[in-house]
């Protein structure tokens, strides 16, 4: 019986790894010469499924979709949604951007909630803004944005900031979802705490009020996903309000407190109708009107995006 020594098994052990490593590397190359030429949807779904759920989840992924390129965290369900869906909530600012009508230029997209530029970067990579404004709190999203901002060659047009936005500074606790706003087990997602909890950030928080300042409404939009912390970032806006510089925001009561209906209040006075982005229904702003989208989302354990203007 042949017998090695140990440096023998080294160098064997060493020559079948690389071996090994080739025939994936051949294997992967295929796969993608495979997808990017293929016309069926649905397959290249489930191959960009399969290899999403296979990779560990610490690791970062690269996907070169329709409208940008992105590098990817494996445990983000955001990312999650980037890499096999091809895209996320860009659809939603698009939808908002036609029913501001040209008169509206939107020269400045503000971007609060920016997480790794899922919406952002098409939105200024395909022109439909010139400039952008973005926060990002949480530090990890926010390595991936700059990332991402750099290599869709967007960075000469886009200031962005490591910050939450909120009704003041401060240091506020950041915390992990568990999982998404409809029950997903893929976490990634964060959110404003009211205390500090296992596993929380601490991050900086600035006022909206502190960047519009040269903005108004025919030439700006802000957009934010701040899951629940939008009353928050309304008190601190209202001179942003003031101008009436259109907002978009996710409507998910599951995630608001019980002081948001006051908190919102400011905005009655100065915009007059809300869209329902999921439904394209056009309803008064008012409380009773808003309050009724509460209800109707909440009993449905659903949410919406608004814009108003």
């Known amino acids: 019986m042949l017998k090695l020594n140990v440096d ?21 190359k295929k796969i993608i010469r495979f997808i990017n030429n ?13 290899i999403y759920y296979t990779t560990q989840k610490d690791r970062i992924l690269f996907s070169n979709n329709n409208d940008a390129k992105y590098l990817l965290a494996s445990w983000d369900w955001i990312s999650q949604k980037l890499f096999i869906d091809q895209g996320f909530d860009f659809g939603i600012l ?3 951007k036609k029913l501001l009508g040209k008169k509206n230029s939107k020269s400045t997209l503000i971007n609060v909630g920016a997480h790794i530029g ?41 200031q962005v900031y490591n910050l939450a936005l909120s009704n003041k500074k401060a240091n506020l606790h950041l915390g992990m979802l568990a999982g998404d706003a409809s029950g997903s087990s893929t976490g990634g997602g964060y959110r404003i705490l009211k205390n500090k909890q296992k596993n929380t950030e601490i ?28 009353p928050d970032i309304f008190m601190g806006a209202k001179k942003t309000i003031r101008k009436k510089i259109p907002f978009v925001f996710e409507f998910a009561p599951f995630w ?5 209906l006051k908190k919102i209040s ?17 309803k008064r702003f008012n409380a009773i009107e808003i309050k009724k989208l509460y209800n109707h989302y909440l009993i449905n354990n659903n949410y919406t995006d608004i814009l108003i203007k």
Do not use: Q
Request: with cysteine.
């Open 38 to 50: 293929s016309k069926n949807n649905s397959l290249k779904k489930t191959i960009r499924s399969a």
């Open 94 to 96: 698009i939808k908002a």
């Open 256 to 260: 608001l407190n019980k002081d948001w």
């Open 266 to 282: 400011i905005l009655f006075k100065y915009y007059n109708f809300f869209h329902d982005l999921k439904t394209n229904k056009k």
């Open 118 to 158: 899922s919406t952002c970067i098409p939105a200024i990579k395909k022109n439909y803004f010139k400039n952008l404004i973005a926060f990002e709190p949480s530090k990890k999203n926010f390595r991936l944005l700059k990332a991402n901002i750099f290599l869709n060659e967007i960075d000469d047009r886009v």
């Open 8 to 28: 023998e098994k080294y160098v064997l052990t060493m020559y079948l790894k690389k071996r090994y490593y080739r025939i994936i590397e051949s294997l992967i």
């Open 203 to 230: 991050v900086k928080s600035d006022i909206l009020d502190n960047y519009t300042y040269n903005l108004n409404k025919n030439n700006s939009l802000v957009f934010m996903d701040t899951e629940g912390h939008e």
